[in-house]
């Protein structure tokens, strides 16, 4: 699909009630928030024999669709880009089990860094995850800092290094329709003592997350500069 067809297009890949049944009651950022947290708290506690299990990993990454979206028109290239991801990432679960089975399994078939690999995908989910993190953090670091700056920054430092010019100059176009921060907290659900409380813990879990992910690639000898 052209760059620019995801601005117009109303295809969007979305999750079923179900599988957001365990999600737990809350507004969307605080169950995104909640997952994260879980995810967390299984790696700094599991044993060096310990994999992080595909399912359970894509569970708590389809909570964060639901952010992209509230994101709106300028984010829409990423929420549907994110959201395909994850799913096939989910409906790979079953055969593959784990995160690190997935990137075996690419590292045995010389495939990592073709087009449809689950690896790269599971590249483009992590970049996804630490996308948020960032905005989140700029968001955060002064309450003069608009939700563009904030989005424009973070997609800067995150993103378009791996973009191109195509994608970095479709985004940037479309930064003019990011909604307002009262806007935001109003599609989030949140008032400000709140969402600080939410972001702040996502910005926290989140963070081994990606540490965790990286290390997967990087303990295969595989560079994270793609």
Known sequence: MDIFSYFTSDNRV????DEFEDAGE?????????????????????NKNDE????????????VSVLFGSLGLAFKFAEMEYTSKVRDLA??????????????????????????????????VRQGLDLIRELFQNFLSTDDY????????AYKQVCAPYH???????????????PTRDQLL??????DESVEIEM????????PVIKYIDNLYTARGITLDW
């Open 200 to 207: 702040r813990r996502y910005i926290k879990a989140s963070l």
């Open 146 to 153: 608009s939700l563009k700056e904030a989005a424009s920054s």
């Open 52 to 63: 992080l299990r595909l399912k359970v990993f894509c569970d708590a990454c389809s909570l």
């Open 164 to 178: 191109t010019w195509a994608v970095r100059t479709a985004v940037s176009a479309g930064m003019c329709a990011l």
């Open 91 to 124: 409906d790979a679960a079953e055969i593959y089990g784990t995160l690190s089975r997935v990137i075996d399994c690419d590292v045995k078939t010389d495939t990592v860094k073709s087009a449809e690999s689950l690896t790269r995908k599971l590249r483009r």
């Open 26 to 46: 809350g507004t969307a950022i605080s169950m995104m928030a909640d997952a994260f947290e879980e995810l967390s708290d299984l790696i700094k506690n599991g």
């Open 186 to 191: 109003l599609n989030l659900n949140e008032t």
């Open 14 to 17: 979305s999750y079923s009630e």
